[in-house]
Each structure stands twice: as structure tokens, then as C-alpha cells.
């Protein structure tokens, strides 16, 4: 009998309206052990403290196999703890799979993105890839890409990670801002 109750009918409805609108983000940087991972790592830990875990999942993908199932760098896993994010992500490379298993993939620099490109089966997955720095503020109108910190020194990292607090903001005020329109 409760199954044609009104009230149960319509709260299963929004349920499963609500699932179909669940957004999964991909990050994708070479290695998968720097900029990806602390991205992913930022993303989570904004989602998980607005309390957005059903609408909005999280993921990131290498170009570059050769870091395979290893954690995040040392010095990226290090400057992220100070910040609260504590990065377990194991290094994977993107598979053309992740095309359809996800509806935006956010590309760190203008390589990944070209090779996303190149790996996208259809025009469609195509549209699914953009730039991380499509989603910063004016304080960072110069940078087009996110660079790589991996040869650089400590500030290499804190300014990759300012960068990637910044755009993983602005990319979740986006993509909610799309569900709701
Ligand atoms: P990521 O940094 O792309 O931000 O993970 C790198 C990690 C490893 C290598 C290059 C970049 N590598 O050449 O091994």
C-alpha cells in the first residue's frame, strides 16, 4: 500500500531525479601524482563540508602511466596535510572509458588537454574536457594552466594547490549553478 502512497511516490521521483543529476568530475594532470590528485583531494574535501557527496563525485586520471598505483608525491601529500586535505588517491592512468563514465574532465595544462582530445571516441566526449583555468578568478587572469610542480621547489607546490583551491570553487559554483538552471 505504500508503494501508492502520494507523498512516498513523489519523495521516490525527486530521489531518483536527484541521482540522474549527480555531476562526476574527472582531474587530469601527466603523472596523476601532483596536480590531479591534490585537485581531486581539494575537491572532496569542499563537497564532503557543504555536504554536496549526492550531487557531485570526484576522480583523477594521469596521461602518463608510468606513476601507476602509486599515492601523490611526498612533497604534494605534505603541503595538502597542512591544509586539511589528506591525499590517498592511488596514480592511474585515463582510460577511454572515463569518456562516459564522467561528465566533466578537467584537464590541468594545455598537454593534457590536447591529449584528452586526441583519446575522446566522439565529438561529444570532446565536449566533456575544459581547462582547470577556465574556473579562476581574476587573481590568476595571467595563468592559462596549472604548472607543474613536479621539478620546482616548496612553493611550486603551495602555489599549485592556492590555484587549485581557487578553481575547484568556482568549478563546483559552476556545475551546481547548472543543475539548478
Ligand atoms: P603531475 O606531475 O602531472 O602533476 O602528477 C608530474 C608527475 C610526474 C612526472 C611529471 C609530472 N613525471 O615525469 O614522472
Known sequence: AARHDPINLALLASCTIFAAMETKILFVCLGNICRSPAAD???????RERGLGA????????TYAGH???????????????????????SRRVAEEDFAAFDRIVAMDDT????????????EAIG????????????YADRTYVPDPYYEGHE?????????????????????SRIRS
Open 68 to 90: 601507476t598505483g602509486e599515492l601523490p608525491d611526498a612533497r604534494m601529500r605534505r603541503a595538502a596535510m597542512k591544509r586539511g586535505y589528506d591525499l590517498r588517491h592511488r
Open 156 to 176: 611550486g607546490f603551495e602555489r599549485v594547490l592556492d590555484m587549485l583551491q581557487e578553481g575547484c570553487a568556482n568549478l563546483l559554483a559552476e556545475v551546481r
Open 112 to 123: 593534457n588537454y590536447e591529449a584528452l582530445c586526441r583519446m575522446a571516441p566522439s565529438r
Open 128 to 139: 566533456k574536457v575544459c581547462r582547470m583555468a577556465e574556473f579562476f578568478g581574476p587573481a
Open 55 to 62: 550531487e557531485v563525485a570526484v576522480d583523477s586520471a594521469g
Open 41 to 47: 583531494g581539494i575537491m572532496r574535501h569542499i563537497v
